[in-house]
């Protein structure tokens, strides 16, 4: 999905559930999300099972953990990838160009940005821990389209 796709997409789906925290986008659109222990690594997975979709998130993360994941995993849901395979890992947490991966975090920053004025904050990370992205995340961030 190209970046522009993506950015629109999050503007609509804020839009609609009147939100940009993820938990309660998920709670808008009716996409349940379940808590589980999934180990000391993975934090969160999306998964369809017979056509309707669901976020699992791991009953070890803090609830900053539990915001971002959940908007990653919403990445994948309306940036519809397909397949089950794919989740948040703790050791996963880093740039990527490209791919599934990349769409979904850009889908998360956009998602959880949307709307913010920038010039409300000091610092860039001031913004970004306000709005509950993590420090991984900046690159994600397209600086030059908040700023306008």
């Not at 190209?2 to 986008?25: M, N, Q, S």
């Not at 998920?26 to 379940?34: G, K, L």
């Not at 975090?105 to 004025?117: A, I, R, S, T």
Request: with cysteine; aromatic share 8%.
């Amino acid at each position: 999905m190209l970046r522009e796709c993506i950015k629109r997409k999050a503007h609509e789906v804020v839009y609609a559930a009147g939100t940009r925290d993820p938990i309660k986008v998920c709670e808008a659109r009716h996409i349940p999300v379940y808590y589980d222990d999934l180990g000391k690594q993975i934090m969160a997975y999306h998964t369809v099972i017979k056509r309707i979709p669901a976020i699992v998130l791991s009953t070890r993360n803090s609830e900053f953990e539990d915001a971002y994941s959940c908007g990653h995993e919403l990445g994948h849901h309306f940036c519809r990838h397909t397949g089950n395979t794919e989740c948040l890992n703790r050791n996963n947490l880093s740039f990527s160009t490209m791919g599934n991966e990349a769409e979904a975090n850009e889908f998360m920053v956009d998602l959880m940005l949307d709307g913010v004025n920038p010039h409300d904050y000091e610092t860039k990370g001031q913004l970004l821990r306000a709005c509950g992205i993590p420090a991984w995340a900046e690159k994600y961030v397209d600086w030059s389209s908040l700023i306008r």
